[in-house]
């Protein structure tokens, strides 16, 4: 069965420092999503992205948040300048249906820990 | 702000039991609610999915009630079994709008299946 990928699984940085998450999505999708979870609380929105360019983001992805497709198979979510209320799990997603009808496949995850 | 929530935390059940978790939302525009399941150090996973034109979906062993009247969003698991001991997840989206995979989540419901 086809499965979103996400690398690395686990990364501490230090405070101040510029981290990269990468995501395979499913190969046949067209429609990609960043959401983090922060220990204990719930799943939250960060960033939509179709067609090279970014559909929708929520308050929390502010000027510190990137997002690339650098190639064909890989999505990128770029923390510039890690705080420490950036450590959470970061979930990639990806679906086929963009319209927001459609099932998203989430990975599972790259855990963030900012010293 | 608009927002989902679920009514009990934590539920305990035996297995063979039948399980029901609640969730409230709140914004009236949602029209496609999803339940998810998160097992320990993986991503959410997809159980089933309801759009607001129905009030009743049932898939494998579960079943999904809407109730608009009062926003209330419920999942039932039939014969529950230990491997559904997870969290659950309840979302929502105006996926007949400009949401683009923007799914708000609950904070979720831990539920324990004891053997």
């Known amino acids: 069965e086809p499965e979103v990928t996400q690398t690395p699984s686990h990364q501490v940085t230090q405070m101040g420092q510029e981290v990269i998450l990468r995501c395979v999505p499913i190969s046949n999708h067209l429609y990609f999503y960043w959401y983090r979870q922060i220990l204990g609380q719930k799943v939250e929105f960060l960033v939509s992205?179709?067609?090279?360019?970014?559909?929708?983001k929520s308050e929390i992805f502010d000027d510190q948040f990137s997002v690339e497709r650098p190639d064909g198979s890989n999505f990128t979510l770029k923390i510039r300048s890690t705080k420490l209320e950036d450590s959470a799990m970061y979930f990639c997603?990806?679906?086929?249906?963009?319209?927001?009808?459609?099932?998203?496949?989430f990975g599972e995850g790259s855990r963030l820990t900012v010293l | 702000g608009e927002s989902v929530g679920l009514h009990l935390p934590t539920l305990s059940v035996q297995e063979g039991d039948n399980s029901i978790i609640n969730c409230a939302y709140s914004?009236?525009?949602?029209?496609?609610f999803i339940w998810y399941k998160q097992e320990s150090g993986k991503g959410p996973q997809f159980i089933i999915d309801?759009?607001?034109?129905?009030d009743k979906r049932q898939g494998q062993r579960v079943t999904v009630l809407l109730n608009k009247t009062v926003k209330h969003l419920s999942l039932q698991i039939a014969a529950t079994q230990p491997g559904d001991s997870a969290v659950y997840f309840c979302?929502?989206?105006?996926?007949?709008?400009?949401?683009?995979?923007?799914?708000?989540f609950g904070q979720g419901t831990i539920l324990t299946v004891h053997p």
């Open positions: 309801i759009r607001s034109n129905m």
């Open positions: 992205f179709y067609n090279n360019e970014i559909s929708e």
């Open positions: 997603a990806s679906s086929r249906d963009g319209t927001g009808w459609g099932e998203l496949f």
């Open positions: 979302a929502e989206t105006e996926a007949g709008g400009t949401s683009y995979g923007k799914l708000t």
């Open positions: 914004n009236s525009a949602s029209d496609y």
